[in-house]
């Protein structure tokens, strides 16, 4: 069988593209192979998604035709960078698109590891797993409009892709990768303050969860300015505005801003 797709790292943001890859039948899991060092992950992935697995990353690299896609920590990039060092990809006769998922890494550093090959650098986030992501990407000299279409074809599988210039990969790093924390985190708050309220902490986590998903479905669909919408829910002298002046006192804007320009620099120096 034909291997068309490539998986190197199958943890956390490996496993929820192929999910929805296998899912939405982009690829067969016949047509799939994961590279992953732990043998017990190798097996739950191989159970759960009948693909082929293999510890040896090279394995991936001299079968797969269409698609090798990175999902390693950036800190174990140059380890495998090396170790692909020796492989004779170009003289295949398909070079596989590579896709990188890895924060920080630039397109000079891949290319410089897969020299002459097609190169995608991507930033997709965790709500791919349920087809709600948001992936930005940004193509390498190599690449050719077959390939922007490949990589459109699978992270369309998870949700929307917007294209950017690679200058502005880290920034959507730290907003877009590393936001579904963030919010996660106001979730977790909103529900704190519900229960520290009196309310009992399983309705506190459901009113918490929908309000965030409520509003965001209600700015998505009627494209309303987030401003607006803040405006339409505070009534003059009301609750609403007593919540809002506690969270400008606690610099609840300014520390979204800072958090977002840190995960911004720390994936920055990730690419160093
Ligand atoms: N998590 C997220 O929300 C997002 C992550 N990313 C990027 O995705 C990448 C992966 O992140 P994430 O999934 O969270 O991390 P994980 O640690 O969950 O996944 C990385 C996987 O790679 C495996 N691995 C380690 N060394 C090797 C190796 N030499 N060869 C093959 N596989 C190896 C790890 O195995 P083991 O655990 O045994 O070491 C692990 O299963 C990162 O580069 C990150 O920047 C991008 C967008 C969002
Ligand atoms: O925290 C990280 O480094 C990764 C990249 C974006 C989301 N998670």
Known sequence: MTMKFGLIG??????????????????QSSEVIVSEPLSS?????????????T????????????????????QVFSAIAQELADIDILNKE?????????????????????VQLPVIRAMPNT???????????????YTNAKHQQIAQRVFSAVGEVVEVSETLMDAVTGLSGS????????????????????????IANQ???????????????????????KDRVTSPGGTTIAGI??????????????????ATERSQELGK
């Open 245 to 262: 002046a506690k969270l400008e006192q606690a610099g609840f804007r300014s520390a979204l801003i800072e958090a977002v320009k840190a």
């Open 55 to 74: 510890t040896d990353n090279s394995e991936v690299f001299t079968q797969v035709k269409e698609v090798v896609f990175l999902a390693v920590k950036p």
């Open 41 to 53: 992950r190798l097996d739950f992935l191989k159970q759960q998604y009948d693909v082929a697995v």
């Open 207 to 229: 009113l918490a969860l929908q309000t965030v998903l409520g509003t965001a479905k209600l700015l998505h669909e009627t494209k309303m300015h987030p401003a607006e919408l």
């Open 127 to 141: 709500p791919a797993t349920v087809g709600a992501g948001i992936t930005a990407i940004c193509s390498g000299a």
């Open 179 to 202: 936001g579904p924390a963030y919010v996660a985190l106001l979730v977790e708050a909103l529900a704190d303050g519900g229960v520290s309220a009196g309310l009992p902490r399983a």
């Open 94 to 114: 398909h070079s596989p698109l590579i896709i990188s998922i890895l924060a920080g890494v630039p397109l000079s550093q891949l290319e410089a590891a897969f």
């Open 10 to 27: 199958g943890g956390v943001m490996g496993e929820a593209l192929l999910s929805r890859l296998i899912a939405r039948g982009i690829y």
